[in-house]
């Protein structure tokens, strides 16, 4: 049997191993060594992609994407982790704009690349390509990266039986199964399937259950947990996984379809032939090619580019982040909302510029919410919180691109009183000159607008999500990512005052009554700053005994 690289189960396997193991690889982090764990990851990875260029069956490959998946899970998860490690909190946004730029690069030469390959030499080497990728990365990050834990758990390869009892393995599987049970039925959903189908139900709801139950095991096992449930109640941190999933769900579904290719460490999206919206507007309605195509999304993913870069310098003049998210945010939405203007006649230069619109504002928000989830977490809480943040971004992908799938499905069906015997199910099929071979010159523009609705629908639902983020996004915290002055303890959060004495309004003996202690106190607004001011407007008055009062004091 030979393989089929657009097997039907590849890529929900890819999906479900990447998105299930996200919390696991951060409590890995935690506990081992986060250079060797990283290290295990790229192994991994490789390891998914050798299997996958020399399957010969469909199984083979299958499994092939599900190592891939998982080597992508605990190098997402690790890069952040690395980069926290290596560089201070207010050189992380321009550092990380750096980096936003490459990912941007390798988008943009994705799609031509893997083409020029698969046509050229064949498939397997999009895979094989991998490995020398993989192996500079190997030794780059052995010879050049230092581990910043001294302990014997960054010194010792092996894991102990104590370090497997802190892993929480129970916990991380009952996530890990939750987790691939929903986005396994939101892939089903995203497909050929109707909601109400049984292929979509009965995964989703058992992950619903499944999910009861971890929530349950997490919160009694408080810090030794997979996800310590406490960090739901830093709001500031709550907020940030409130405006990602809006972020998420606006930007990967629109970027992929834009950029036209698979973005397997940030989501494997359904599967290689699912829909992709921009590309098949481009193709089906300007009537270019698949170079065309690809070379008319440059001017989107060049302009997420500039906005990566600028949201880095931005951050980094100003030292917030929310400037920078909020004018991202705006961007992105009226990106959205510009092409979801796009008619069938527009012209090249108009849809081109719409799409440069919002990949400035994709590229302004790319990086802001992990520095500022970093700026609002203790470091002992960076692994679970930075895997949490993925978790979230990759299920409000997936339930975006199902959403929009459906919608674009309920859309076309329209299609079908004009067009004599036609299914959604081919609506990879259509273009322009599809639909004038199949209808009749006066039932055309009718045709043409009917198919531009259901793909422009899509960017309806981006600038919705887009205009909720941005509403959130003035509630993100203000904190200082400025650097702390020399000399300073950034440990040293609190310059307390010498408490003022006096004797309060009654005629109490100050021997042995109560006296008041009048004190003033000044807060390092930020972790690691010494920020503090006078707080005459915060003067206030306390009971204390005699003894009491000749201690320092503070009320926070």
Wanted: charged content about 15%.
């Amino acid at each position: 049997m030979a393989v089929n690289v657009a097997d039907t189960n590849a890529q929900p396997g890819s999906l479900a191993a990447n998105g299930a193991s996200l919390l696991t690889f951060g409590k890995m982090y935690a506990v081992l060594s986060t250079k060797k764990v990283f290290l295990v990851s790229i192994v991994v990875s490789a390891a998914g992609s050798v299997v996958c260029a020399v399957a010969k069956t469909s199984p083979v490959f299958i499994v092939g994407r599900v190592l891939a998946g998982l080597g992508c899970a605990g190098m997402q998860v690790g890069t952040t982790l690395l980069t926290a490690s290596i560089m201070p909190l207010h050189k992380r946004p321009f550092y990380g704009g750096i980096m936003g730029t490459g990912e941007t690069l390798a988008v943009m030469a994705g799609p031509l690349v893997a083409g020029g390959i698969a046509q050229s030499v064949g498939w397997p080497w999009c895979f094989w390509i991998n490995l020398p990728v993989d192996a500079i990365l190997f030794v780059a990050l052995v010879f050049l990266v230092t581990e910043k834990r001294a302990d014997s758990k960054a010194r010792c390869w092996l894991i102990r039986l104590e370090d497997l009892g802190e892993l929480d393995l129970p916990g991380g599987f009952l996530i890990a199964g939750g987790t691939a049970c929903l986005l396994l039925g939101l892939n089903s959903a995203g497909t050929s399937n109707s909601w109400t189908e049984a292929v979509v139900l009965a995964p989703i709801l058992v992950s619903v259950a499944v999910f009861v139950v971890a929530a349950v095991d997490q919160h009694k096992k408080m810090d030794r947990a997979t996800f310590p449930t406490r960090l739901l109640k830093n709001r500031h941190f709550v907020t940030n996984l409130v405006w990602l999933w809006t972020q998420a769900g606006s930007q990967i579904p629109t970027s992929y379809y834009v950029s036209g290719h698979h973005w397997s460490c940030v989501l494997a999206v359904p599967r290689p032939s699912s829909l992709q919206y921009f590309p098949i507007w481009i193709q089906g309605l300007a009537t270019e090619s698949v170079l065309q195509a690809s070379i008319g999304i440059l001017p989107t993913l060049g302009a997420s580019i500039v906005g990566t870069i600028a949201s880095g310098i931005l951050a980094w003049a100003v030292h917030y982040l929310p400037p920078g998210t909020i004018a991202g945010t705006a961007v992105m939405a009226v990106g959205s909302g510009l092409l979801y203007s796009l008619r069938p006649d527009s012209s090249r230069p108009v849809w081109m510029g719409f799409g440069a619109v919002f990949g400035l504002g994709n590229g302004f928000t790319t990086q802001q919410v992990a520095v500022g989830a970093q700026a609002e977490l203790d470091e002992k809480d960076f692994p679970a919180g930075m895997s949490a943040l993925a978790v979230v971004r990759n299920v409000s992908a997936a339930i975006f691109i199902a959403v929009n799938h459906s919608v674009f499905m309920g859309r076309l069906s329209r299609l079908s009183s004009v067009v004599p015997g036609f299914s959604p199910a081919s609506a990879t099929n259509i273009n322009r000159r599809y639909l004038q071979s199949r209808v009749s010159p006066e039932n055309f523009p009718l045709a043409l607008d009917i198919f531009n609705d259901a793909l422009t629908r899509m960017f309806l639902v981006s600038m919705g999500l887009g205009i909720a983020g941005f509403l959130i996004a003035f509630f993100l915290p203000w904190t200082s990512l400025k650097k702390p002055e020399a000399g300073t303890d950034a440990s040293d959060e609190l310059d307390l005052v010498e408490p003022v004495v006096r004797q309060p309004p009654w005629n109490w003996d100050h021997d042995t009554g109560p006296c008041q202690i009048h004190y003033r106190h000044t807060i390092a607004l930020e972790r690691g700053h010494r920020e503090g001011a006078s707080q005459d407007d915060s003067e206030k008055w306390e009971s204390k005994t005699p003894e009491h009062s000749r201690q320092r004091c503070v009320s926070l």
